[in-house]
């Protein structure tokens, strides 16, 4: 009764009956039953109101053919029934499926042949015996009444194989009572309160019982986002292949920095208001090295360095203009002016005053060098489901003595392998700034096509020379985004659902780590 009051109380069991012996109730609702009851011992034994043994049970039960049976015999039993003695009328086939029904007439006088119950004769059947005992039907009584046959398991096969019964698992269980046991349940104390202590009724209070097992309730600290969290895994992947970290923090740059001294022509379309975002307090920026800036304005207006160069007009308010840049390659020219300047054996903020060389005379200063950045970019452009105007971009740059296109492609197959990428494609591509130029494709086995992740190539001379690399020395690079494969590896499909107002703080906090 307690179980019961505790299955009501608790759970609002719609139908104390399913208690009952499982094996007489429905499949379903059987197992439901068993659920419930165990919900009701469990929630018991917790109070140590009870102590209980669970106890496996195998017992059968009548399909619906097997009560029929039960109630009105076997359908041989039947037929044979219906049949007049030896030496009267034989009963003809019509009128037996009428006696008995078209199935038990079927059935049944293929089975009262079988055990030589019933005779041929003429056209119909007649008894070929007085009496007959009809096990089925006793068999059938028997599980009904208990579950199982005394014969054993070969009967009961014989029975579930003539689908007259079924199979039932089931459980039982002995309770005992338990230390705290009572007939009425009081609701436990959870909290241990000021009030208890000063008022002293904590002595005749109940606890609920520390549960040790329970899951703690999540606690709502900082979560990286999953951008961070890609963005840690590719930098790792950086500083494995023994790459170092540009700064980056220049958010703000001088389209000199961001474009001219990249060879980005000053007609450029990328450069055009459309594209890209300009500052308009302060508009200018401070003026860049003066040597530098006179060389590579000397380049992009006359050329040099076996180049024609663009032969427009240099505009100095075009150079000067304050920007949100557009790539981190404007970090990246940052770095390789500062890089050359070891070369140069010159100050690099005024290209003046030479430095001493190094004691070797053959060592031109030159030291190789691999540089990343991964950080925030800005375009004008039209935001939908793939696009933002602001982005994160992942750059790779190698300076080294006669670098190639196959050293290039060489490292980024040896870096997107390492991303998961194994199968990359590249095709030729125009960038100002680089020649050849190499757009990076990988496959993408779940969308099962080619998708664009990057853009590649070998820095021009024009760029290089002007920063003042030997001649041998040649850079390459690359850069992809980061949002694509972030949202490739947390299954997103619209990138506001990452990034903006429309982010899920939930799926930040539960966003899993990242391994490539
Ligand atoms: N800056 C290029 C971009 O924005 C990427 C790139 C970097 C290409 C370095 C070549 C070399 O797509």
Redesign the pocket.
Known sequence: QLILDTLDAQLTLPDTRALKIPGQSSPASSHDAQITILGALNSLLSREMITYETHEVSSHVLTPEGVQIVREGSHEARVWAALPERGSAPLGVQDLKRAVGDEAAKVGQGRAFKSGWIAKEGNGFVKAVPNITDTTQIELREVESSGTLAAGEKALSELRKRKLIIQRKGQWFTVNKGSNFSTSIAKPETDLTVDMLTSGSWKKSTFKKYNFDADGIPTSGGALHPILKVRDEIRNIFLEMGFEEMPTGTFVESAFWCFDA?FVPQLHPARELQDTFYLSDPSTSLCPPSGYYERVSRVHEHGGYGSIGYRTPWSHEESEKLLLR????AS?AAMLYKLAAKCRGQDIDGDISAKSRAADPSDDGFRPAKLFSIDR?FRNETMDATHLAEFH?V???VADRNLTLADLIGFMRTFFRKMGMKNLRFKPAY?P??EP?LEIFAWHPLLEKWVEI????M?RPEMLAPMGFPPDVRV?????GLERPTMIRYGVNNIRTLVGHKTSIENVENSPAVMF
């Open positions: 990249l557009t790539h981190t390659t990246s970019v971009q750059e790779g740059v960038n700034y680089t130029s990057g853009n590649s190539g820095f390459h690079g690359w850069g992809i």
